[in-house]
Nanobody, 130 residues
Framework: QLQASGGGLVQPGGSLRLSCAASRSTFVNHRVAWFRQAPGKEREAVSSISIWGHTTYYADSVKGRFTISSDDAKTTVYLQMNELKPEDTAVYYC?????????????????????????WGQGTQVTVSS
């Protein structure tokens, strides 16, 4: 139900914008997160957004370089990635989970386990290389 797109090959210092579209509904009342997985490494949370509360989370490794946002229709979530580094190379996945009241009153860091997200996109490859 999620369509991720926007990956590609970019030089260090370049930018990409990833998109995650909810193909059959909207992201109303959902938490949407971007995860990434590099070869030989575990899947890690990069950023997340509460569509209801407009709050966001960024991993320390991307803070100040990446920006997560949603469109007004709440059907697409974007991840703008600037100042890309070779260590950002990975397959990027978007995922969504229905927010409970508990999710809305706790920090995003409490809910970064991939198993908490029931809907996943197919992944898009981001390669940062000169």
């Amino acid at each position: 139900q999620l369509q991720a797109s926007g990956g590609g090959l970019v030089q260090p210092g370049g930018s990409l914008r990833l998109s995650c579209a909810a193909s059959r509904s909207t992201f109303v009342n959902h938490r949407v997160a971007w995860f990434r997985q590099a070869p030989g490494k575990e899947r890690e949370a990069v950023s997340s957004i509460s569509i209801w509360g407009h709050t966001t989370y960024y991993a320390d490794s991307v803070k100040g370089r990446f920006t997560i946002s949603s469109d007004d229709a709440k059907t697409t979530v974007y991840l703008q990635m600037n100042e890309l580094k070779p260590e950002d190379t990975a397959v990027y996945y978007c995922a969504a989970a229905l927010e409970t009241l508990e999710w809305r009153i706790t920090p995003h860091e409490v809910h970064l386990d991939p198993t908490e997200y029931s809907n996943w996109g197919q992944g898009t490859q981001v390669t940062v290389s000169s």
